[in-house]
C-alpha cells in the first residue's frame, strides 16, 4: 500500500513536471522589443559602394553558406577571418575587413549559418554546427599566416567558443572585440541595455529536455532583437534555442577561457551601452589569462566596428600577436 501510494506521488510528480514544462515551452517565448536607435542607426553613415561581393563554401552537410573577401595588395602578412554580432551579416564587418585589407591582411567577413545569405535565418541544426561550419571554411581556404579569428559582441562570444576549444590551433591567435561571455558573467547588462529579449522560461524547458536527449524542439525561438521594422527584413530578427546556445561561449564561460592556449587580445569601448567593457580585465586575470585588453575612451558598442579609433586599435592589436606556430 505504501509503495503504491509513493507510485502515484511519482507520477502526479512527474505529470506535474512535465505539464509545468510544456507550458514554459509553448508559453515562454521572447517579447517584442522596440529598436534599439544606438544599434540600427550608425550604419546608415556606412559606404557600402565598394563591398565585395558574396562568395561560397559548403559547410557542415553540405549546405552552401556565404562569406565576403577583402584582398591585400602585394605578399599578405597574414589573414582575419571576421565574425560578426548577433542579428548581423558580413555587411557590418565591412569597415573593419577594409582596414584589415590595407594594413596588409587577408580579410574574409563570415555569414555565420542562420544570418545574412548563410541557410535559414535565424536557426541552425543542431548546438555545435557553426564550430563544424567554420572548420570546413579553414579547409577550403588557404589562409595565410599567421592567422587570426576576430569577433564581435555575441560572435566575439562565439569566437572564444572555439578559441578554448580541441580546434583552436586552426588559428595562430584571436581578437575579442567587446564579447558576450555569459549572463552570469559580470559584463553582462540585463537585456544587453535593451538590445534583447529572452525568453528565459522557454531557454529554460528547452535545456531541460536537451539534457533528457529530447531536441526536436530547438528550432523554436527564444530571443528577439531590437530591430527597426526595416531592419527586419534584411538581418535576422529572433534566434532558435539551438542558435542563441551556439553563437556564445561554452556554458562554463569560465572553462572556456581557461582552456584557451593561443594568444587572445580584447578590445572594447568604455562607453558600450550593451556590456560592463570595464570588467573585462578582471574576468580573464581570474581565470588566470594576461590577455591585454584595450578600453576606448567615448567608444560605444556599435562604433567599435565603424570608428576609425576603434578600427585602428582592432588592427594595431592584431598587429602586437605574438607569432606563434607560424
Known amino acids: 500500500m505504501h ?38 542607426s550608425p550604419f546608415e553613415a556606412v559606404d557600402f559602394s565598394d563591398l565585395p561581393p558574396l562568395l561560397r563554401y559548403k559547410g557542415e552537410g553540405g549546405t552552401v553558406l556565404a562569406y565576403r573577401r577583402y584582398a591585400t595588395a602585394g605578399e599578405p602578412q597574414g589573414s582575419v577571418v571576421l565574425v560578426h554580432g548577433s542579428s548581423a551579416s558580413s ?52 589562409l595565410a599566416k599567421p592567422s587570426t579569428l576576430a569577433g564581435f559582441s555575441s560572435g566575439g562570444g562565439f569566437v572564444l567558443r572555439f578559441a578554448g576549444s580541441e580546434r583552436q590551433d586552426a588559428f595562430q591567435s584571436y ?17 544587453s541595455g535593451g538590445w534583447v529579449s529572452v525568453g528565459i522560461p522557454r531557454v529554460v524547458g528547452l535545456a531541460v529536455l536537451s539534457r533528457l536527449g529530447i531536441r526536436r524542439f530547438n528550432a523554436l525561438p527564444v530571443t528577439n532583437f531590437a530591430l527597426s521594422e526595416e531592419a527586419k527584413t534584411f538581418l535576422t530578427p529572433t534566434y532558435s534555442f539551438s542558435l542563441a546556445a551556439n553563437f556564445q561561449p561554452q556554458r562554463d564561460y569560465e572553462a572556456n577561457i581557461r582552456a584557451v592556449h593561443q594568444p587572445v587580445a580584447v578590445v572594447a569601448g568604455a562607453s558600450d551601452e550593451v556590456f560592463k567593457t570595464d570588467t573585462l580585465e578582471a574576468i580573464f586575470r581570474a581565470q588566470g589569462k594576461d590577455w591585454p585588453v584595450t578600453l576606448l575612451p567615448g567608444i560605444g558598442h556599435i562604433a567599435l566596428t565603424l570608428d576609425s579609433r576603434a578600427v585602428n586599435a582592432a588592427v594595431q592589436a592584431v598587429e602586437a600577436m605574438p607569432k606563434r606556430g607560424v
Not at 175 to 191: C, I, K, T
Open 3 to 40: 509503495r503504491s501510494l509513493l507510485s502515484k506521488i511519482a507520477i502526479a510528480l512527474a505529470a506535474l513536471i512535465a505539464a509545468a514544462l510544456a507550458v514554459a515551452i509553448a508559453f515562454g517565448g521572447p517579447k517584442p522589443m522596440p529598436p534599439m536607435e544606438s544599434i540600427n
Open 175 to 191: 581578437l575579442l572585440l567587446s564579447p558576450y561571455l555569459s549572463h552570469e558573467a559580470a559584463n553582462f547588462r540585463p537585456g
Open 91 to 142: 555587411n557590418s564587418m565591412h569597415v573593419l575587413a577594409k582596414a584589415f585589407a590595407k594594413a596588409g591582411y587577408e580579410a574574409y567577413a563570415l555569414d555565420m549559418r542562420g544570418h545574412g545569405a548563410s541557410g535559414a535565418k535565424g536557426t541552425i541544426d543542431y548546438i555545435g554546427q557553426l564550430e563544424d561550419d567554420l572548420a570546413a571554411f579553414v579547409q577550403m581556404v588557404s
